[in-house]
């Protein structure tokens, strides 16, 4: 069955560094656009970051030169080095490609 899986999150310090992976398993063909979204609790899901089929990548103002969103079609794999974390970045992260979302993974920046 087709699969969409988050990885990567953890509990980080302020200023520190992650790298979140985004893989969908059980498909024929590679990734080649994505997105992605964050919820804080009590907060609506935000959207934080995408790329395009042209390797075109966007993003929030909250997050722009911070984050770098990053794709690898043959592994299927969309990824988002997040740097210099505030733990206003505390949240869960999700992934969305393909017309599937992933669970989640927690991400948790303390000062």
């Known amino acids: 069955q087709v699969q969409l899986v988050e990885s990567g999150g953890g509990l980080v310090q302020a200023g520190g560094s992650l790298r979140l992976s985004c893989t969908l398993f059980g498909a024929i063909l590679a990734i080649d656009e994505g997105a992605w979204y964050r919820q804080a609790p009590g907060k609506e899901r935000e959207w934080v970051a995408n790329i395009d089929t042209n390797e075109g990548t966007y993003y929030s103002k909250s997050v722009k030169g911070r984050f770098v969103i990053s794709r690898v079609n043959t592994r299927n794999t969309i990824y988002l080095q997040m740097s210099r974390l505030k733990p206003d970045d505390t949240a869960v992260y999700y992934c969305?490609?393909?017309?599937?979302w992933g669970q989640g993974t927690q991400v948790t920046v303390s000062s």
């Open positions: 969305a490609t393909s017309g599937f």
